[in-house]
């Protein structure tokens, strides 16, 4: 019963986000007052309708109801309850209704909250948001249908890829899916004010929240992918250029530009056509995204089914909201005054150069990632990995970040270069003086990490360099979201280079009792334990660390599944304050000896901490913001 | 500033820019952009030797044996016409075993062997890699 409650509940939403389409077009047309006013809680309903559907995949899943045909390929009555649930979305079907569900609530809370938009553009705004869901009910509905059932049912069900058997899996789509689809309201914001010819600082104000919300998810969806990666994969490397990490980073960079340039929109009134069109871009790289993952084009573990039909059905799903903003945008954009103007040496001057250097990695990554797909259509077979991204896209970052040192130092409107120069005076002294020092302390530092490590150094004191002189509890807290946000990629950046200048490896065969010296730890494989879990069973390491007058004990384990029959490294990581040690159980080799893999990571964990901290960053700006810009709109709301 | 003049020096930055991000993404792009090869594309078009490379085929049947280190493991890719013995040192991936697909990443040695860096091996029963399929399916040997 629940499965075709939802399958009906999955129909009305689509039904409303039909109507929702034709009440937007004929408000707008007619400017009646009683079909525009309609609009709205025609999107709440449709958020909410949506909603529901995803609650019964979930409680199918929880119920273990085998009679349903996706619970049957991706479950088994078995699992933890953790795994049923994130189940619901580790497959194709699951996640795509979830992607709906979210686009659906987003669009309700448009509906719901926004006040300060002129009434038109919202209208307009809901319309663009009604024909994206349509899309996408319509891929679910025809394409891949989460509710279909199977007869006979089966006893029990396939299982779910032990890789993915992971706490961190249960976060992680749900997090990314949330950024993926934020960027769409922009996108519909851009649309609806276009439509309306209505773009200016009171679009800006609307559409920042949900900017930052989405870069804030996608931050920590990146973040926390990344981690997983990391202790999951085994292979002791925290980004690996796939194609699947790419998706997701190429939204970022583009909601990252979006972001600043939405703030000289905002505050300046500036930089109004190019802040439309790179809302466009921004949802057209989650569309991007979402397509290389879903579509079955990559294989990894994120693609879950290969049929070729529902990849044409997301192409083409692109094609047209992609094509028809594209298009809609080259007609209106003649339309969009000009906006304030600016001199070059001004925090305007410095934001574009952020977009323009956003914009650039981003087409690297881009071309990048879909070069192997097209010269796949050619018939030629290449993969692009870490050398070309790390070669093309390296040098036009360490610039982003010197550019991103300086930005928020720099007035608006127009600067003196010579005081400037003064102010960047410190953080200057500080990259100076850490470059110096560990070229000097440093045996043998490759240039990259070195640099890095400099550039590093600078950055933090150039991020906190706004705060100097101020009033701290005066401070507003979008600035302090700027500050932390910057501090963390300086912190971020510090934990890259030096995981890519110190880390050391080791790789061997012992027996029992026979120490392996990796950094300054002596491990020492104490003896190996059969174990049996929830549902795998297995073999541990039991190794003894000892770094001075201290011992560590780490559990690395081999762990055999039986549904579906697969084996899985799971990683031991101790964390100190100075790194990590990274250790990996591998095969025995028939004569008393087993395989180690033992890396000491000094200070890796900066990387997450700084992600950690850029995502903190963005909340105090959106706290910030919100606080300041809707007080006065909730008040109205709620009275 | 003239706004004209402010306009026009903005669009040839952005220019620039690009192009010379194209330039270095080319430049890149050619160095860089690892081939894949089975092992009856390297008998008919020769050693692609000093680039990183891919190789991918079945791991063939009583060939994988291991080093007296522990840690190397030797086996042999086939792609049912061909075959080229690799070297790897390292903790093989959880689903490696004879008769079952692998890509290695590495490169060409001289005497026609490959010196692999990374194995990637399905991750499930369900998973092969495309380049796999491809080159099983060309050779008609997948079973």
Redesign the interface.
């Known amino acids: 019963m629940t499965a075709e409650a939802g399958l009906a509940a999955l129909w009305f939403a689509a039904a409303l986000a039909a109507l929702q389409l034709v009440m937007a077009a004929m408000g707008l047309r007619t400017g009646r007052e009683d079909v525009l006013a309609a609009t709205r809680p025609i999107a709440v309903v449709q958020g909410v309708l949506a909603a529901i559907a995803m609650g019964c995949l979930v409680s199918v899943f929880l119920a273990s109801d085998m009679s349903v045909r996706l619970v049957v390929e991706n479950s088994h009555s078995a699992k933890p309850w953790l795994y049923k649930l994130a189940g619901a979305w580790g497959n194709h079907e699951g996640s795509m209704l979830l992607w709906v569900t979210i686009l659906g609530i987003a669009g309700g809370a448009v509906a719901l909250l926004e006040r300060r938009l002129s009434e038109r553009s919202l209208i307009a705004t809901l319309g663009a948001q009604a024909t994206i869901a349509l899309g996408f009910y319509a891929f679910l509905l025809f394409a891949s249908n989460p509710f279909a059932r199977v007869f006979p049912a089966p006893p029990d069900g396939l299982g779910l890829n032990p890789l993915l058997q992971d706490p961190g899996l249960a976060f992680h789509p749900p997090t990314l899916y949330i950024g993926y689809v934020g960027l769409s309201v922009a996108f519909s914001f851009a649309v609806g004010a276009l439509v309306t010819r209505d773009v200016g600082p009171a679009f800006a104000r609307a559409m920042r929240p949900w900017v930052l919300g989405a870069w804030i998810f996608l931050t920590l969806g990146i973040t926390a992918g990344s981690y997983w990666a990391y202790y999951e994969l085994g292979w002791g490397g925290w980004w690996f250029w796939d194609p699947v990490e790419n998706a997701s980073l190429m939204p970022w960079l583009a909601a990252t530009a979006l972001l600043h340039s939405v703030t000289v929109l905002a505050t300046r009134d500036g930089l109004r056509a190019w802040t439309v069109m790179l809302a466009v871009v921004a949802f057209s790289m989650s569309m991007i995204g979402t397509f290389l993952v879903r579509s079955g084009i990559l294989t990894s573990v994120h693609a879950f089914a290969v049929d070729p039909r529902r990849g044409a059905f997301i192409l083409a799903l692109l094609a047209i909201y992609i094509g028809g903003a594209l298009a809609l945008f080259a007609l209106r954009v003649g339309t969009v005054r000009e906006g304030a103007r600016f001199e070059l040496l001004s925090r305007e001057g410095g934001l574009v150069a952020n977009n323009l250097l956003l914009s650039v990695i981003l087409g690297i990554v881009l071309i990048g990632t879909l070069y192997p797909l097209v010269a796949a259509g050619f018939g030629v077979q290449l993969s692009i990995g870490a050398p070309f991204f790390n070669k093309a896209a390296g040098p036009v970052a360490l610039v982003l970040l010197a550019v991103m040192a300086a930005g928020p130092l720099i007035r608006w409107r127009r600067d003196d270069a010579g005081e400037l120069m003064e102010r960047l005076l410190l953080p200057i002294a500080a990259a100076c003086f850490s470059f110096a020092g560990l070229f000097l302390l440093g045996e043998s530092m490759r240039l990259l990490p070195l640099i890095g490590l400099s550039l590093a150094a600078g950055l933090a004191v150039a991020s906190v360099a706004p705060l100097w002189k101020r009033n701290l509890r005066r401070t507003p807290l979008f600035t302090w979201g700027m500050v932390v946000a910057h501090l963390g990629i300086a912190v971020s950046l510090a934990g890259m280079a030096c995981d890519s200048a110190f880390t050391q490896e080791r790789l061997v065969a012992v027996r029992p009792g026979e120490p392996v010296s990796v950094g300054p730890f002596s491990v020492t494989l104490v003896g190996i334990r059969p174990l049996i879990g929830e549902n795998w069973s297995g073999l541990e390491a039991h190794l003894a660390a000892a770094r001075g007058g201290n011992t560590l004990v780490l559990t690395p384990q081999l762990r055999f599944f039986a549904n579906p029959p697969t084996n899985t490294n799971e990683t031991a990581i101790s964390t100190r304050w100075d790194g990590q040690l990274y250790t990996v159980l591998g095969q025995p080799d028939g004569t008393g000896r087993w395989q180690l893999r033992l890396w000491w990571k000094p200070f890796v964990t900066l990387i997450w901490a700084g992600g950690a901290l850029i995502a903190l960053g963005g909340a105090l700006s959106l706290l910030g913001r919100v606080s300041r810009e809707r007080r006065v709109a909730l008040r109205e709301v709620w009275a | ?1 003239k ?1 004209k003049h ?1 306009r026009l ?2 669009a040839l ?2 220019l620039g ?2 192009v010379a ?2 330039l ?2 080319l430049s ?2 050619k ?6 090869y089975a092992p009856s594309d390297v008998q008919r078009e020769g050693l692609p030797l000093g680039r ?1 490379v ?1 190789l991918g085929g079945m791991v063939a049947a009583g060939s994988v044996s ?1 080093a007296h ?3 190397t493991v030797r086996f042999v890719v086939t792609d049912g016409h061909a075959t080229t013995p690799v070297t790897f ?4 991936p ?2 490696f075993r004879e008769r079952s697909g692998v890509v290695a ?1 590495g490169s060409f040695l001289p005497d026609g062997s490959f010196h692999a860096t ?1 194995l990637l091996a399905k ?3 369900k ?5 796999v399929a ?1 080159a099983m399916h060309e050779t008609r040997t997948l079973r």
């Open positions: 500033m706004a402010q020096s903005l930055l952005a820019a690009v991000a194209g270095l993404a890149a792009l160095d860089q952009a690892a081939f894949f990183a891919r291991r280190d522990g840690v040192a390292g903790i093989v959880d689903l990443e990374n991750h499930d029963e998973y092969m890699p495309p380049q491809g």
